[in-house]
Antibody, heavy 120, light 107 residues
């Protein structure tokens, strides 16, 4: 059974940093791209970033480029999203999702989400 | 970047109705389109991928069609469990994108 479990969310001040993790199990982790998708309170889904199965060259939404860094540890089956220079508009539930192929795709499996609140 | 536009933003319908949601892409995405259902406080659930392929376990009243830039999600006979928000997503290129969502409400 595929499981994705996010952690690391919480309250952080504007300009601060936070690192999210996503522990994956139930599939061959290194064979699939993974993504982060976020959802601000009462708003729609916003794609944040994708990383290929090997972990090379992540792609980012313009809204987070230069501030967020997406990485993966294929030995620990874990994803990391390092978020720096956080802004109020980064407040959202962050979901990790398993893509359907090695480099991109649709999302068949999602985690339960972790809430990030950026506020003073 | 590819922009995805859904219509309508809100749809009021009754149990048993046939409803259609439209998703338009700002450029051709072939058939690289998925549809999701989301209920409050939950992660999205995949319904359709590759524009018209039904995800395993999803009721057959859900169907998808289209290619290029115009796509539709149809629910043939609404059930009480179907009232939710629906999103389309393109995965033609690495930087995937979602439509803004369509909230399906009970009339």
């Amino acid at each position: 059974e595929v499981q994705l479990v996010e952690s690391g969310g919480g309250l952080v001040q504007p300009g601060g940093s936070l690192r999210l993790s996503c522990a994956a199990s139930g599939f061959t982790f290194s064979s699939y791209a993974m993504s982060w998708v976020r959802q601000a309170p009462g708003k729609g889904l916003e794609w944040v970033s994708v990383i290929s199965g090997s972990g090379g060259s992540p792609f980012y939404a313009d809204s987070v480029k230069g501030r967020f860094t997406f990485s993966r540890d294929n030995y620990r089956n874990t994803l990391y999203l390092q978020m720096n220079s956080l802004r109020a508009e980064d407040t959202a539930v962050y979901f990790c999702a398993k893509a359907s192929s090695y480099d991109t795709g649709y999302f068949q499996y999602w985690g339960q989400g972790t809430l990030v609140t950026v506020s003073s | 970047d590819i922009q995805m536009t859904q219509s309508p933003s809100t749809l009021s319908a009754s149990v048993g109705d046939r409803v259609t949601i439209t998703c338009r892409a700002s450029q051709s995405i072939s058939s690289w389109l998925a549809w999701y259902q989301q209920k409050p406080g939950k992660a999205p659930k995949l319904l359709i991928y590759k524009a018209s392929s039904l995800e395993s376990g999803v009721p057959s009243r859900f169907s998808g069609s289209g290619s290029g830039t115009e796509f539709t999600l149809t629910i043939s006979s609404l059930q009480p469990d179907d009232f939710a928000t629906y999103y389309c997503q393109q995965y033609n290129i690495y930087s995937v994108s979602f439509g803004q969502g369509t909230k399906l409400e009970i009339k």
